[in-house]
């Protein structure tokens, strides 16, 4: 009964404090503040995470765990190719529009020469991941083999994030899925096997 109450208790502290580093940014949140909003005493923080930057780690640590979720889908679903990345961009785009606790991460990562703790870089996984399945698309004949895997994984990532940054900035998200849809609609025709 007690260690499920601390993995609750815990549990409530990463979700508060994700949105907390989401909306205002590592800097501009204190431990005090995440106590506050969850109507504990910030020694009940400490217990839990140490430190702020702990509390940092911890949340892009979730993300890591959300990523292979989404990873096991696509295996799980049997989807290769431009069929996974469409259905991959389609789901990562609703978990940005819709969770906070998937935002933050990439917010701290970007963030993390303030934040003082080793933590990932950003978008790499992605790339990975996109660059993967570009492989795999070019062995069933839907992306043209004479391109470079990496570089078209590259610019698929930096594309997803360009929407996803600017439909943040103009829509606060509301229009990301249809967003990744026409970068999916624009890019195809230029990396399609004849």
């Keep these: 009964m007690r260690e499920r109450q601390r993995i609750r208790t815990r549990e409530n502290i990463l979700r508060i404090a994700a949105e907390e580093f989401d909306q205002r940014g590592y800097a501009s949140v204190s431990l ?3 106590a506050a909003r969850l109507e504990m005493t910030k020694g009940t923080v400490y217990f839990h995470f140490p430190s702020k930057a702990d509390l940092a780690r911890a949340i892009v ?3 890591f765990s959300a990523w ?3 990873l096991e889908g696509v295996a799980n679903q049997g989807l290769r190719g431009m069929e996974a990345l469409r259905w991959f961009s389609n789901r990562v785009a609703q978990a940005y529009r819709d969770d906070p606790g998937v935002r933050a991460p990439l917010r701290l990562m970007r963030e993390a020469d303030v934040i003082g703790v080793e933590l990932p ?3 790499l996984p992605w790339v990975q991941t996109v ?3 570009v492989r795999q698309a070019q062995e069933l004949g839907e992306v043209r083999d004479e391109l470079d895997a990496q570089a078209v994984a590259w610019q698929i990532v930096a594309g997803f994030y360009g929407a996803q940054e600017i439909s943040h900035q103009l829509t606060q998200r509301a229009d990301l899925t249809d967003r990744i849809q026409q970068m999916w609609d624009l890019l ?3 990396i399609q096997a004849p």
Excluded: V
């Design 131 to 133: 660059e993967f399945q």
């Design 61 to 63: 640590d979730t993300y």
């Design 121 to 123: 870089t950003p978008f």
């Design 188 to 190: 195809l025709p230029g």
């Design 32 to 34: 005090s503040e995440i």
């Design 68 to 70: 292979e979720a989404l």
